[in-house]
């Protein structure tokens, strides 16, 4: 086999592999972008809701698992539905993982309890989790490495009209009509990005492979469920952890630490599986490549700060600034627009300065966002909080395309979507721990604020914190009272943003240790595929 045949060359990495006539390739790349439009708004107008959810269903100790596990059953398929689409086609995956997230989002506009809406969540992650890689790894393979940095503009557009649209509309529908809708908003665009890659996405027949060699193995067995199990029982555990001390105030009781250490134990036995599974969930050999290995490790830290902030931000907007879910939903407006701008800017700014110099800039903006971010206090003005909003978005738009683009352009094409789904599955893994974390922290400052006051008007809203978020019931209440919960909300937050600022520094520490090279030396260097692990 020479070397333009070869599907592990340096030239099939920065080529298209999978070329389609004209006009359907534009029909699929319009329905990838529907596609992303519909994850990228679900973030944003969930988020605006959620501060409103809990002032209609309670549960505001709960608050951080509605994100959690989205996020989490998100992960959990991600490198699944990567591996499905590299085995049975991409066109298929995607119908299957489109339709569960349209379910899901239905099912979430009917939830009456705070209980069932996270359910239905865990419905919807299951499918997000396959609508986010398999459309990035179509782009993938109908697009070369130049191509894809001259149309980024067109997926960064994306992002900026949810950006604009999402908040609002968000904040519009749970204002003057129900929160219920912003679940519903994400039906006919689901319906139409599903339509358009039923009816124009072909592939060409995927022929086995009698090579042996640990890459070309890669595709052929069945999927690798018992990894799966292991791998969303440990992180289930953990985050169980973490959400549970939130809410007693406390990490140090038995049952706490025993759900840690099963945690611990079944990654443990994870990993060691991964190294001898026929069809790993994650194959360990991708960890030989040292630019997957960069951006997966930037990727996870980034993901905690990024979903903590998106978690977050809207409940200090309402519960501190007493502001409305419009403006909650437009305070996210600056960060999906940094990120828009500087996704689109970064296409040419990558095939000028490579991948290092772009990700150090993203992250030193993302630790200085975060930074801003920790001087905000109740009486701080509802504007000084965009500019804040827009350097994260800003760190986020410079190094999260950046750092896909180096792992696409330097693994071999037979693991370009389980490369792909990779770079998701650290970043929601990350976002899913994250926002457990920033949740933890905010539950145990808000319990140690509230705690041991002799007033018993007090007592009872230390019982029952959710009045903060309610309008109908903050109004009743005195200006001590309000004052007082309010005071207790922004310290929590707090501890929230301080988080974010540490988590943000370690991902700038790894940046700085990022691989050196332009895309084609980076691509050359790492031609020869590694050996298997030992």
């Given at each position: 086999?020479?070397?333009?045949?070869?599907?592990?060359?340096?030239?099939s990495?920065?080529?298209?592999?999978?070329?389609?006539?004209?006009?359907?390739?534009?029909?699929?790349?319009?329905?990838?972008?529907?596609?992303?439009?519909?994850?990228?708004?679900?973030?944003?107008?969930?988020?605006?809701?959620?501060?409103?959810?809990?002032?209609?269903?309670?549960?505001?100790?709960?608050?951080?698992?509605?994100?959690?596990?989205?996020?989490?059953?998100?992960?959990?398929?991600?490198?699944?539905?990567?591996?499905?689409?590299?085995?049975?086609?991409?066109?298929?995956?995607?119908?299957?993982?489109?339709?569960?997230?349209?379910?899901?989002?239905?099912?979430?506009?009917?939830?009456?309890?705070?209980?069932?809406?996270?359910?239905?969540?865990?419905?919807?992650?299951?499918?997000?989790?396959?609508?986010?890689?398999?459309?990035?790894?179509?782009?993938?393979?109908?697009?070369?490495?130049?191509?894809?940095?001259?149309?980024?503009?067109?997926?960064?557009?994306?992002?900026?009209?949810a950006?604009?649209?999402?908040?609002?509309?968000g904040?519009?529908?749970?204002?003057?009509?129900?929160?219920?809708?912003?679940?519903?908003?994400?039906?006919?665009?689901?319906?139409?990005?599903?339509?358009?890659?039923?009816?124009?996405?072909?592939?060409?027949?995927?022929?086995?492979?009698?090579?042996?060699?640990?890459?070309?193995?890669?595709?052929?067995?069945?999927?690798?469920?018992?990894?799966?199990?292991?791998?969303?029982?440990?992180?289930?555990?953990?985050?169980?952890?973490?959400?549970?001390?939130?809410?007693?105030?406390?990490?140090?009781?038995?049952?706490?630490?025993?759900?840690?250490?099963?945690?611990?134990?079944?990654?443990?036995?994870?990993?060691?599986?991964?190294?001898?599974?026929d069809?790993?969930?994650?194959?360990?050999?991708?960890?030989?490549?040292?630019?997957?290995?960069?951006?997966?490790?930037?990727?996870?830290?980034?993901?905690?700060?990024?979903?903590?902030?998106?978690?977050?931000?809207?409940?200090?907007?309402q519960?501190?600034?007493?502001?409305?879910?419009?403006?909650?939903?437009?305070?996210?407006?600056?960060?999906?627009?940094?990120?828009t701008?500087?996704?689109?800017?970064?296409?040419?700014?990558?095939?000028?300065?490579?991948?290092?110099?772009?990700?150090?800039?993203?992250m030193?903006?993302?630790?200085?966002?975060?930074?801003?971010?920790?001087?905000?206090?109740?009486?701080?003005?509802?504007?000084?909080l965009?500019?804040?909003?827009?350097?994260?978005?800003?760190?986020?738009?410079?190094?999260?395309?950046?750092?896909?683009?180096?792992?696409?352009?330097?693994?071999?094409?037979?693991?370009?979507?389980?490369?792909?789904s990779?770079?998701?599955?650290?970043?929601?893994?990350?976002?899913?721990?994250?926002?457990?974390?920033?949740?933890?922290?905010?539950?145990?400052?808000?319990?140690?604020?509230?705690?041991?006051?002799?007033?018993?008007?007090?007592?009872?809203?230390?019982?029952?914190?959710?009045?903060?978020?309610?309008?109908?019931?903050?109004?009743?209440?005195?200006?001590?009272?309000?004052?007082?919960?309010?005071?207790?909300?922004?310290?929590?937050?707090?501890?929230?943003?301080?988080?974010?600022?540490?988590?943000?520094?370690?991902?700038?520490?790894?940046?700085?240790?990022?691989?050196?090279?332009?895309?084609?030396?980076?691509a050359?260097?790492?031609?020869?595929?590694p050996?298997?692990?030992?």
């Open positions: 086999m020479t070397e333009s045949q070869d599907p592990s060359s340096t030239s990495r920065l080529e298209a592999g999978n070329v389609l006539p004209r006009g359907r390739r534009a029909a699929v790349t319009l329905g990838v972008m529907m596609g992303l439009f519909l994850a990228a708004i679900e973030q944003t107008v969930v988020a605006t809701a959620m501060p409103t959810v809990v002032s209609s269903l309670g549960g505001l100790d709960i608050y951080s698992w509605v994100f959690s596990i989205y996020l989490l059953t998100f992960t959990v398929s991600v490198p699944v539905w990567g591996r499905l689409s590299d085995v049975h086609g991409r066109r298929n995956c995607y119908l299957i993982s489109i339709g569960l997230f349209i379910l899901g989002s239905a099912l979430c506009g009917q939830a009456h309890s705070m209980a069932f809406l996270i359910l239905f969540r865990a419905i919807q992650g299951i499918g997000g989790g396959g609508v986010f890689p398999i459309g990035f790894t179509v782009i993938g393979e109908i697009y070369s490495l130049q191509e894809r940095a001259r149309i980024q503009g067109l997926f960064s557009g994306v992002w900026g009209v950006s604009i649209v999402g908040p609002l509309v904040g519009i529908l749970t204002d003057l009509v129900s929160w219920r809708f912003v679940f519903y908003v994400n039906v006919p665009f689901g319906l139409l990005a599903g339509a358009l890659i039923g009816t124009y996405l072909s592939e060409p027949a995927r022929p086995r492979s009698s090579h042996s060699s640990p890459f070309q193995r890669v595709g052929r067995a069945a999927i690798d469920y018992r990894g799966v199990a292991l791998f969303s029982t440990s992180v289930s555990a953990l985050l169980l952890a973490l959400i549970q001390a939130g809410k007693r105030g406390s990490f140090w009781e038995p049952d706490l630490m025993a759900l840690v250490a099963i945690s611990v134990a079944l990654l443990f036995v994870f990993l060691r599986w991964e190294r001898k599974a069809e790993p969930v994650l194959p360990v050999l991708l960890f030989r490549n040292p630019v997957f290995r960069a951006c997966s490790a930037i990727g996870l830290l980034a993901g905690m700060g990024l979903f903590g902030s998106i978690s977050f931000i809207p409940l200090f907007v519960g501190v600034f007493f502001g409305s879910a419009t403006q909650a939903g437009s305070a996210l407006t600056p960060l999906m627009l940094g990120w701008v500087l996704s689109i800017v970064s296409g040419p700014l990558l095939l000028r300065f490579s991948y290092r110099p772009l990700v150090i800039a993203g030193a903006f993302f630790a200085v966002g975060f930074l801003t971010l920790t001087r905000l206090a109740p009486d701080s003005a509802y504007l000084e965009l500019p804040s909003m827009a350097v994260l978005g800003i760190g986020m738009g410079l190094s999260m395309v950046t750092m896909l683009l180096a792992v696409q352009s330097t693994v071999p094409r037979k693991l370009l979507g389980i490369a792909t990779a770079q998701l599955f650290f970043r929601t893994i990350g976002g899913a721990i994250g926002v457990a974390i920033m949740g933890s922290v905010m539950g145990h400052r808000m319990t140690a604020s509230l705690d041991g006051t002799a007033d018993p008007m007090l007592a009872r809203l230390a019982a029952n914190p959710d009045s903060i978020v309610n309008e109908a019931a903050r109004q009743a209440l005195s200006a001590e009272a309000t004052a007082w919960l309010r005071d207790a909300l922004a310290a929590s937050l707090h501890g929230v943003f301080v988080t974010g600022l540490i988590i943000a520094l370690l991902a700038f520490a790894l940046s700085l240790r990022f691989p050196r090279g332009s895309p084609q030396e980076l050359d260097r790492l031609d020869q595929p050996g298997p692990p030992g």
